[in-house]
């Protein structure tokens, strides 16, 4: 069975820090780009970052550039996302998923093959 267990949501003031993590498992996590979605109330859900299994290239969606960190462990089958300064803006439910390298952009959500069950963000203001 695939499972893609997203973890570390929580609730902070803006200025801060959280740290994600997406443990998978029943696949070969090592062989998949990995991405990070959000998706606030009402919003469509948005392609926030991605990281290649092929060369470790990563991506960032304009509004997180520069305090969003992306990374992978993959003898732990694990993806991270580090999250600092963050905004109110912020706030949504984060997903994890997977996608071959081959197909499609980081941002396209059909290009995904697995996808996780969220965990909530939570910026105050």
């Known amino acids: 069975e695939v499972q893609l267990q997203a973890s570390g949501g929580g609730l902070v003031q803006a200025g801060g820090s959280l740290g994600l993590s997406c443990a998978a498992s029943?696949?070969?996590?090592?062989?998949?780009?990995i991405g990070w979605f959000r998706q606030a109330p009402g919003k469509e859900r948005e392609g926030v970052s991605g990281?290649?299994?092929?060369?470790?290239?990563?991506y960032y969606t304009d509004s997180v550039k520069g305090r969003f960190t992306i990374s992978r462990d993959d003898a732990k089958n694990t993806l991270y996302l580090q999250m600092n300064s963050l905004k109110p803006e912020d706030t949504a439910v984060y997903y994890c998923?997977?996608?071959?390298?081959?197909?499609?952009?980081?941002?396209?959500?059909?290009?995904?093959?697995?996808w996780g069950q969220g965990t909530q963000v939570t910026v105050s203001s």
């Open positions: 998923a997977a996608k071959s390298p081959y197909s499609g952009g980081y941002t396209y959500t059909g290009a995904y093959d697995y």
């Open positions: 029943g696949f070969t996590f090592d062989g998949y780009n």
């Open positions: 990281i290649s299994t092929l060369d470790g290239s990563t």
